[in-house]
T-cell receptor, first 106, second 114 residues
Framework: ELKVEQNPLFLSMQEGKNYTIYCNYSTTSDRLYWYRQDPGKSLESLFVLLSNGAVKQEGRLMASLDTKARLSTLHITAAVHDLSATYFCGAQKLVFGQGTRLTINP | NAGVTQTPKFQVLKTGQSMTLQCAQDMNHEYMSWYRQDPGMGLRLIHYSVGAGITDQGEVPNGYNVSRSTTEDFPLRLLSAAPSQTSVYFC?????????????FGPGTRLLVL
């Protein structure tokens, strides 16, 4: 059974700092998705990672995938307040992690 | 191109009532799915469909029914609402289940069962 776990579940950080959100999954998955959700809103697609070693970047966010370790990371560089949101990873299109609520303080 | 639409946006039900949450997409997507979102639980898959006439259960299907008579529509029926079904419900779609493209999510339906 495919399970996905994220950590941390809550993250409060200061603007300008770097941090990483981790997404572990329990069985083989050839696709890993990252989404962003703002409070009271729907989910917005950020990245689709399709192969071992895949790295994608958009602005201050960078996602990577290590299929051998069954691990994906979402790295935030020099955080800004606008990145405050909840971030979800999902394996295949069926199973999601619990979400990481990220708060970036001025 | 409206994407994925859901109605209603909000609904209050009494225990035992039934209702249908509507979901439609205009992107000719074969794969559609329903999730519920509860605090600390992430999104959990209720039911999904890989095409008209084909549906399957997800992680938490009890208390919910679905059907897929057209490519565009994928309604979710609550047969006899219970307080445990209080949640935010999201519908999503993509070209296929096994394809590599992302899913597109609807705006959600907030349901309160008293």
């Amino acid at each position: 059974e495919l399970k996905v776990e994220q950590n941390p579940l809550f993250l409060s950080m200061q603007e300008g700092k770097n941090y990483t959100i981790y997404c572990n999954y329990s069985t083989t998955s050839d696709r890993l998705y990252w989404y962003r959700q703002d409070p009271g809103k729907s989910l917005e697609s950020l990245f689709v990672l399709l192969s071992n070693g895949a790295v994608k970047q958009e602005g201050r966010l960078m996602a990577s995938l290590d299929t051998k370790a069954r691990l994906s990371t979402l790295h935030i560089t020099a955080a800004v307040h606008d990145l405050s949101a909840t971030y979800f990873c999902g394996a295949q299109k069926l199973v999601f992690g619990q979400g990481t609520r990220l708060t970036i303080n001025p | 191109n409206a994407g994925v639409t859901q109605t209603p946006k909000f609904q209050v039900l009494k225990t035992g009532q039934s209702m249908t949450l509507q979901c439609a997409q205009d992107m000719n997507h074969e794969y559609m799915s329903w999730y519920r979102q509860d605090p600390g639980m992430g999104l959990r898959l209720i039911h999904y469909s890989v095409g008209a006439g084909i549906t399957d259960q997800g992680e938490v299907p009890n208390g919910y029914n679905v059907s897929r008579s057209t490519t565009e529509d994928f309604p979710l029926r609550l047969l006899s609402a219970a307080p445990s079904q209080t949640s935010v419900y999201f519908c999503a779609s993509s070209y296929s289940l096994l394809g590599q493209e992302t899913q597109y999510f609807g705006p959600g339906t907030r349901l309160l069962v008293l």
